[in-house]
């Protein structure tokens, strides 16, 4: 399959640790391809990027084989974009500016955008600087989708929308996801990410940390339990059986283990042995995956900390 | 390079600023024009002009009375020295009658014409006396040119006597004689001195006057060497200034009775100044020998003193500040210097500053921008859009303003009103260019920050300086009477680019402001292309 965008070393440096470095990924056509990660994280500065809003400082970044900042106007032929600000022109109302959206589109048939305003249950004739952030999202959400482009760009689309509308949002993402349409959007909601995208790359700190793929984690071979023991020899007990504990709470007498699907049999035929307040499976998402990973860099880098504390002291000594 | 929904959309954000700025400039520019030129602000200007002009003339009046008493007591004594040659006149009258009937035997009765007898028979007969040693002793210490001048003007009174069939007295041939050998003298001196014709001859004939009279006051007493000529002197001038006055009324809308007081007037400030210069005359020859030097530096101290007029006893900074105050266009002032240079430009300005920061910075900061770009528009075409938009929007508001203000102007009273139409076109013409370079420089910091707070700092902070500037600059500048004009504040008109718009030089009609104003486009012209290729080339936060 073809590559829709290509990411390739991309950095811009705002000095003091900020911005973004090395990004590399790329989406494929028909792909839904997801951000999550903290504020401040560089989520937005990459879409702006695709965008032709700023010009890397180094690497590359193509869109549809062109070069997002010289050839920005072209790409924006089959680019549609929701801005992760939301700030309309200084017009009256919804439909003016709808209007106006879609002559700069050069856009005649507005059937998709009456569409989109049913299925949002948009009033577009509301006073643009009144509307509440919700309607404002929504209105945005219109103005971008209309012109029914192969590509979408959306950064954080769902804030400011409630909880019923989000759920709209998301089945209209999906739809255009069947239509064949390459879409990239950022989030900080797990759940969304997961129910609508076939990757999501983690971005720490102006780094992408990890791109994980949806189906890996939903359909994987391992599973999750969470076991909890009556007292606190059976606790110390279960230990030296050697399955692969993730977390521990002594307190309670809990672990969390992971094993694989074929090992289940044998882990309940362990458990015989053991008095049991509970057991219960914990079913792995994407939310889990990504703490997995931070924890581990966060060990990781706790632990190059240490040895460079270590190191010091050392140097001190001599 | 025009994006019509762009422009459409700029249109609908701004037109109620466009029309709230434009129609309350216009208002005041109306109020300006007509209301104050019909409360007629000039009036107080004239009034102070006319005191001015009322004390040249009275100083005129007055040097002219002391002139004619001088004159007066002059053409006594030179009347006195051709009185005693009267004895002489019969013979003469005879040669000349001898002269006349010879030429009409010859040619025929009455071929003697007027023409006939001044060209050929008293030329002739002039110069036959002069060489006559007999005639040359009754004359004796008066210089030939005199003698010639007298025996021809002589002759031809005598002979128009003849002619006309007027039978004057040979007292009267005289004493006409005279006044018109001082009017000649009296002609030539004054065209020698500058004076146009017209001038001349209006002294001439004073002089005239003046000698008439003085020859016949001499005939009356002639046998009296005694008689104090000041009194009748002084009564001659003054009757004769009073009908002088009458006479230079008489063609104007004034009444009968308006043209007397005029006269009596005049003839009040002549018996004055004669008056005032006897008593300063007699006061600095008090106790001084009278040599002529002594008597000629009395006579012109008292002339001095005795013309003085009101803008001669004020201070002299008093009155040239005065002066000025009287010559200032206090319409050039307002509607030049104060309306298109500060009050006019203000509100536009508003405008500029916070349209050009709307049209980019702010959209840019807001985020708002992005629903532009992120359709297939470029960014030279964002830029160029918003430009054209900015420079349709100033001018159609120029363009209104130029409307409104040459119909204020017609009202006011077309090319008779103190600022005609050629000037009021070229007033707002120069204001737009103006505008025009403030604009190019507020849109180029529109194009180089993001944020609305820096363009707005940026553009809008050096514009309004700028104006601040000029209304202190106003105080140094030479529009502004010398009475209330600091100087030193003139250092302000040089760091303001308003400066640039030169109203001074389109009022008084020279093109000086020309170049200004091509520098004031070179100016709007670099803000823009700056801003354009920046705006290209930069990043933005959408």
Redesign the interface.
Known sequence: MENIIEVKNLTKDYGQNRGIFDITFSVKKGEVFGFVGTNGSGKTTII?HL?????AQKGQVNVLGLDAWKD???I??S???I?G????????NGI?FLK??A????LENMNYADYLIQKLQLDPSANLKRMSKGMKQKTAIV??LMADKDVIILDEPTTGLDPLMRETFLEIILEEKKKGKTIIMSSQMFDELETTCDRVALILDGHIIDIASIDDIKNSKKIFYKIEFKNEKDFKDFKKLKYKIIRTQEKYFQYTISISKDKVSKLFNDLKNFKLKFISEVKQNLEKHFKEVLLKVYENENKSNQKSSKKEVKKNDK | MI????F??SC???WVKWLAVTLSTCIMLMIVIIVLGNLGINDIRDSLKDVFVQADQESYLKENSVDGYELYLTSVDGYSVLYAKAVYMPSLQQSFNDAVTEFEEYYGEGSATKEIRDNQIIPQLVSVIISNPMFAGAFVGMDDATVTMFLTTYLTVYSDNQLNGTSKTNDEILQETYAKMVYQNAYQQEIVSGKTEEEAFTSAIFAKSVALDAAKEYTKNSINPEFDYSQVATNCVNLLIQEQAEQSFAGSDLSEDEIKQQGVAAKVISNTAITTYLLWYNQLMEGQEETPEIVLQAKTEAKNQATKSISDQIPEKVAVALQELGNMDIYGLIIGSIFYKIAGLLLPMVFVIMTAN?LLAG?VD???M?????????RRTVTVTQLAYLAFALFSMFAMLTIFSVIAVAIAGGNSFAINFGEILLLNLGAYVTMFAIAGFCFMCSALFNTTKHSLSIGGGLTIFSLVCTILGLFGSAVVPSAMRISAMNFFNYLSIITLFDTVSILDGTLSFLWKLAILAGIGLIGIIVGVFRFD?K????
């Open positions: 702006r965008m032709g809003f700023l010009k920005s106007c072209e924006k032929k680019v549609e974009y801005p600000e939301i700030a309309f022109p200084d017009l009256n003016t106006n959206q002559d700069l589109l050069k103005a971008a | 994006n019509k929904a762009l459409k959309q609908k954000a701004n709307g959209q807001s985020g708002s992005a629903y532009v770009l992120s359709t297939p528009t470029k080339k990043d933005l936060p959408l």
